[in-house]
């Protein structure tokens, strides 16, 4: 019969789709976790073995190592654990004031780079062309042997005299502190800016839902100035102090310190990373399709409406995938400190492998750590990316 | 009716002085940036001509050039790090022979800077006659490789099983050479520094490290829940945390857990950990290129009766690999660029070598800015270089437009 050629009435087994599949599962699960138990259990025979436990009990253990800089208390009599915590905590300040400076100099550089002036275009591709192709490790080399090592004694500090003095020993900063009874006005200056979002987005939701022009924008600027001023004045006039750094003796006293291995570390992270934002901007900026500001153009709007409405919406649409993915390098890239002394995560990690003589554990906890650093952000900023996705269409 | 490009005159090019006042006078704004830009570029230019010729001390540069290149790679041997040169340049020119537009740039820098380097006049005892004429050979080899690579019927399959074979040859022959051997007396990696062991690291890391990236790719895309998950947390785990952090591991943790006996080399230990880290990265980009693929192909490649192995390897594999290899180009960029971390786990490449060298003599020691600008040089030049290759390649494959 001619259905018995066309559909055999039994597919023998070694074709069997079904029967293939279920083999393919058990062998490849069987090889992956065999190679896993391999791996894991040598392992731990190892550090057993060697008396190396995976135990974290020593992290209580005294340190007694010093750390240059840390923005908690901390001295060498203080635990491991305390240390590893200093570590982190100058891992992510030195990341977040690099976002902070590679996001204005990059949307800087990107802007000129699409500048109609032919001059002011080619020294933003100079710049970029500069930075992205030396390797960040040769920048902070430069930067902080080449500059930052030749800056001159305390007594011939670079300066702008009452605001900022440059010398061997770190930048000092003219820098703003409360004075006695000035939580008040911290306290109102945040209630401000608090209020001001929440009028800022009330009043836009009603004007959206409503139809009805309620000068969102005027009105939201109004608090974010008013609350904070009822402060000012109730704390009494002079809620704030500008503190000046003045020289005393051999140094530099007051003001806001910023230690040269850390400003070495912020400007090559800054300058090196900004350079692919830059790129990134730029790209996100020509991503928007000309029709879109043709179009606005035709519906009457000012170029500033077309900027801010037309243009960054769709712009940041684009951007932001690969400007979280740069701010995750930068985050990483930050570990390069230890070739100048900035000690941060990795740093500390080092020393406390060399002090505490255990290899193994600390390695665990640092590499966890910065995966940790790296999920977070990755899962905020993805968070934020869906919403600004969400509002096009 | 359509206008074709035929009936319509191109426009005229613009006249300087036209050009001047669209490109850089257009507005009042634009006039004062142009200003703004001319005093910076000029006061920068300016300064840093009078530091580069007149403060600077180029001596840790012009003392030991060699070191950069080789490191401590015996000199006696150094005939075979020649030999591997003149290799190179001979496939240089061929490669412009053969792909053209993207490697001629680069082969006619490399043979102009080899040309001039050859004949430039600097008093050094260690550049001597025989380098020169050495040097000299390069430019030769070049344009003698281009004009093969032109007229023969050299096809690009060729030049390309050409350069694997000198790939291979160079680190696994020529350069380490053989225990017993008079012709090839063996020379361990310690030795080894400079531009070699940054070239060797970042080459190396790239080509083993496409293996795996390809089958972590496809892993990531099973229908096999173990493999799959096996490849994605591979992926973000490595991918989450810095490259430092696992050279770290490769040299000195991996170091702990292995007999003293067997212990694995340090560079190769470097070479393994780049490889695991680039491995990642190069799995995400061919992941990029398998979505690509629309899933027509597959349907019809399955209408065929093709078995699952063949459509990814006939059908799927090809594509994506085609769309991929820019992405791979810029990968390998930040990868050679990325080898200099390797100086923090103690090898000697070219970063390293610059700090060896800066140790050399008690009078080059605050001479850093003059060594790390040379090795920036350097390293901006292979990257630029690179990148140019890599846009070239973008329009030619015309990823963006499909």
């Known amino acids: 019969m001619v259905t018995d050629e066309y559909f055999p009435k039994k597919i023998p087994i070694w074709r069997d789709e079904r029967v293939l599949k279920a083999v393919a599962l058990i062998i490849s699960s069987l090889i992956v976790i065999g190679f896993l138990y391999w791996v894991i259990g040598n392992f731990i025979a190892i550090t057993q073995q060697r008396g190396m436990p995976l135990t974290y009990g020593f992290l209580k253990e005294a340190a007694g190592f010093p750390i240059k800089e840390s923005f908690i208390p901390y001295d060498s009599t203080m635990s491991f654990g305390r240390a590893v915590l200093v570590g982190l905590i100058n891992t992510l300040v030195v990341s977040a004031a690099g976002i902070l400076v590679a996001t204005v100099l990059g949307f800087l550089i990107g802007l000129m780079r699409l500048s109609s002036n032919w001059l002011i275009s080619r020294i933003g591709l100079a710049y970029i062309e500069f930075h992205r192709n030396i390797p960040l490790l040769v920048l902070l080399f430069l930067w902080y042997f080449g500059v930052f090592t030749k800056l001159p004694a305390v007594k011939e500090s670079i300066a702008v005299p009452g605001f900022i003095y440059i010398n061997q020993r770190g930048f000092y900063l003219t820098w703003p502190r409360l004075a006695e009874g000035g939580t008040l006005f911290a306290a109102s200056l945040v209630a401000g800016i608090l209020l001001a979002i929440v009028t800022w987005s009330v009043l836009r939701r009603i004007r959206e839902v409503k139809g009805k022009e309620t000068y969102f924008g005027r009105v939201s600027l109004a608090v974010l100035i008013l609350v904070p001023l009822v402060g000012w004045f109730a704390s009494g006039g002079r809620p704030m102090l500008l503190d000046v750094p003045i020289l005393k003796g051999f140094n530099f006293q007051g003001g806001l310190r910023l230690t040269t291995e850390f400003t070495a570390l912020l400007i090559g992270l800054a300058m090196y990373t900004s350079a692919f934002i830059a790129e990134v901007v730029r790209s996100g900026i020509q991503a928007v399709q000309k029709g879109q500001i043709e179009a606005a153009r035709a519906v009457g709007l000012r170029y500033s409406q077309i900027l801010s409405l037309i243009i960054i919406p769709q712009a940041m649409r684009v951007m932001i995938p690969p400007l979280i993915s740069q701010y995750l390098n930068l985050t990483k890239n930050s570990s390069l400190a230890l070739v100048i002394g900035y000690q941060e995560l990795f740093a500390i990690g080092k020393v406390t492998i060399n002090q505490a003589g255990r290899a193994v554990p600390v390695f665990i906890l640092i590499m966890a750590t910065y995966l940790a650093i790296s999920l977070l952000t990755s899962i905020i900023l993805n968070i934020y990316n869906k919403r600004v996705q969400f509002i096009e269409r | ?402």
Do not use: C
């Open chain 2, 1 to 402: 009716m359509i206008v074709t490009s035929k009936e319509s005159t191109p426009p005229l090019p613009p006249s300087p002085l036209e050009w001047v006042r669209k490109n850089l006078f257009s507005n009042w704004i634009n006039a004062l940036l142009t200003i703004l830009g001319v005093t910076v570029v000029y006061f920068a230019v300016v300064n840093l001509a009078t530091w580069a010729l007149k403060t600077a001390d180029w001596s840790p540069i012009t003392a030991a050039p060699l070191l950069y290149l080789v490191g401590q790679y015996p000199r006696e041997e150094l005939w075979r790090a020649g030999v591997s040169m003149l290799m190179i340049t001979f496939l240089v020119g061929m490669s412009w022979g053969v792909w053209k537009r993207y490697v001629r740039p680069f082969a006619i820098f490399l043979a102009i800077l080899l040309g001039v380097l050859a004949i430039i006049p600097l008093e050094t005892s260690t550049i001597t006659l025989a380098i020169r004429v050495f040097m000299l050979i390069n430019p030769i080899l070049i344009y003698l490789g281009y004009r093969i690579g032109r007229l023969l019927p050299v096809h690009g399959s060729h030049v390309a099983a050409l350069w694997l074979i000198v790939l291979l040859l160079i680190p696994l022959v020529i350069l380490p050479g053989f225990t017993n051997s008079s012709l090839l007396p063996k020379v361990p990696t310690t030795v080894w520094g400079g531009l070699l062991i940054t070239l060797l690291l970042s080459v190396g890391g790239i080509v083993l490290s496409f293996p795996f990236g390809v089958l972590l790719a496809l892993g990531r895309r099973s229908s096999l829940p173990v493999v799959k998950w096996f490849s994605i947390s591979f992926i973000e785990l490595v991918r989450g945390v810095p490259l430092v952090t696992i050279l770290f591991m490769f040299s000195v943790i991996l170091a702990l857990f292995l007999p003293t006996e067997s212990r694995i080399d340090r560079v190769i230990r470097a070479l393994m950990g780049i490889v695991f880290f680039s491995a990642a990265y190069t799995a995400e980009n061919v992941r990029g290129g398998l979505q690509a693929i629309p899933p027509g192909q597959v349907e019809a490649a399955k209408a065929l009766g093709l078995k699952n192995l063949h459509i990814t390897s006939l059908i799927v594999l090809p594509q994506a690999l085609r769309l991929v290899i820019p992405t791979i180009v810029g990968q390998f960029i930040s990868l050679f660029k990325d080898t200099t971390l390797v100086y923090i786990v103690g090898i000697n490449d070219l970063l390293g070598m610059g700090n060896a060298v800066l140790k050399l003599k008690p009078e080059f020691v605050r001479l850093q800015m003059e060594v790390y600008l040379f090795i920036a040089l350097i390293f901006w030049i292979f990257s630029y270089f690179m990148s140019y290759a890599s846009l070239q390649l973008e329009e030619a494959l015309g990823v963006g437009e499909r």
